[in-house]
């Protein structure tokens, strides 16, 4: 869930305060794209929004707790969630304005522009003292240096979004060193086959997305844990990711103070590698769809199997384990591996057995309904073996009756004789009544009168 509403969130999910696409084709965007007060300066400007402060047609300020809108009231009303997407932004223009009119905004949005120099983008962010969000996504940053002075004007960012900018790691890197309490990180879609290490740690990151890339190799998954020790949730997912390498010591070490893990279409695809999960201390969240290693089975032994592996987990794949479910599932990986040869039965088996015993497998209980009974057909002094449907209808199995006791289906009376009851014989007295609610068995037996006139 958490990784759904950050990535839309994240996305510029905000599409009615954005710049639209008629908005946008109504700009006459230059070929080097519009200045950051530009933008503002039209979106925002009362001639073509009206400040108000209630109801009615205009930028409309809720009051909060926090500062509201610009100090130049009479020229524009900037809300303090900030979102110019997709609006040509390629420059920051007059730095003074943005001082003026942006200094009580706390969340901007710049995703899907034409920002291409971080100098530009600096000259933004710098003038911009209470910014904790900056969202840079789809912006054009591949090969584009950042130099140090510059990178100090981040510091004050708390949560940052560069999905599919193609920034470097160099360029990551130097963020984290200038901004020591970023606590989110978003690196989706940039192609990353490798990372480059760090001797400078981003103690307060709690949060890294970097779904969507080419890592493949643990090696470089290994490097997370030493640049972000303080790492609670680590979202990979759809990267080629073939093994969890390192051993129990390293695991508990690495990362310390993980909490949830998201590995949706990795390529593992050993049981050995979902056991090592058991090695990060604190992990109590795991997501792990799309695997190879489960391919095989059904979404309730991938389930099961998986729960009983990983008996510290409270969270898999978004839905929350109950003490229950849990003891179902190690009974169930118990009996899954009773036909093993003893040398590749998991360790996790021997604990589980353990806890529970040797179990016997259950026995198999056929709960369907029965659709035919072999019965004994009495007439008079006549005696035959008769098959018959029973989901078919009394007034069917006269029928069927009628050549074999030689009486027209109108002349005859059927009684029904439980051959375990005590009690006497019943008549099948209703023609539209199915057999089966009779429960008829094989062995009883149906008593065939001839009406009397």
């Known amino acids: ?17 954005g710049c639209s696409k008629d908005r946008a084709m109504e700009m006459s965007v230059s070929a080097d794209g519009r200045s950051f007060v530009e933008v503002i300066n039209e979106k925002y400007s009362p001639e073509n929004f009206p400040c108000r402060r209630g109801p009615g047609i205009g930028v409309v300020v809720v009051p909060t707790a926090s500062p509201q809108g610009s100090p ?31 200094a009580h905004v706390m969340e901007l ?6 920002l291409q120099d971080w100098q530009e983008i600096g ?17 054009p940053l591949a090969g584009r240096p950042l ?38 990180l978003f690196l989706c879609l940039n192609e990353y086959s490798g990372v480059r290490g760090s001797s400078e740690a981003c103690p307060n990151l709690r949060l890294l997305h970097i779904t969507d890339n080419s890592l493949h190799d643990w090696a470089e998954v ?46 593992l695809n050993r049981w050995e590698d979902i056991e090592k999960l058991n090695f990060f201390p604190k992990l109590e969240e795991v997501r792990l769809q799309g695997i190879p290693l489960l391919q095989t089975y059904t979404n309730a032994e991938r389930r099961s199997l998986i729960i009983a592996q990983l008996p510290s987990i409270s969270l898999l794949n ?3 384990v109950t003490e229950c479910e849990r003891e179902d599932s190690e009974r169930f990986f118990i009996r899954y591996h009773l036909h093993y040869p003893e040398e590749e039965l998991p360790h996790r088996y021997h604990c589980l057995v353990n806890k529970y015993g040797k179990l016997e497998p259950l026995v198999e209980i056929d709960l369907r309904p029965r659709w035919h009974a072999q019965i004994e057909v ?48 019943e008549e099948l007295k209703y023609n539209t009544r199915a057999l089966h609610s009779y429960s008829i068995q094989d062995g009883d037996e149906i008593l065939v009168v001839p009406k009397t006139k």
């Open 147 to 184: 130099e140090p002075q510059c990178a100090e004007a981040f510091s004050r960012v708390r949560r940052l979004v560069l999905n599919n900018t193609q920034v470097s790691w160099d360029t990551v890197m130097a963020l984290t060193r200038e901004i020591p309490e970023l606590e989110e």
């Open 378 to 425: 009495h007439c008079e002094d006549r005696v035959e073996e008769v098959n018959i449907r029973l989901d078919q209808t009394v007034a069917e199995l006269k029928k069927q009756l009628a050549s074999i006791v030689q009486l027209s289906s109108n002349s005859m009376r059927l009684y029904y004789i439980d051959k375990n009851s005590a009690f006497g014989p």
């Open 222 to 267: 290994r490097k997370f844990g030493s640049m972000f020790p303080g790492l609670d949730t680590l979202v990979m997912a759809n990267n080629n990711l073939a093994s969890i390498q390192d051993s129990k010591d390293i695991l508990q070490c690495l990362f310390p103070n993980l909490r949830s893990i998201n590995l949706h279409n990795s390529g």
């Open 109 to 114: 949005d710049l995703s899907h522009n034409k």
């Open 72 to 102: 130049m009231k009479d020229r524009l009303n900037v809300p303090s969630i900030l979102v110019l997407n997709g609006c040509g932004i390629s420059r920051a223009g007059d730095q003074s304005e943005i001082a003026a009119f942006c």
């Open 1 to 17: 869930m958490v990784y759904m509403l950050n990535h839309c969130y994240y996305n510029s999910c905000y599409v009615k305060t």
């Open 318 to 320: 978004g839905s929350v």
């Open 123 to 139: 000259q933004i962010v710098a003038n911009i003292p209470n910014l904790v969000f900056l969202n840079l996504s789809s912006n």
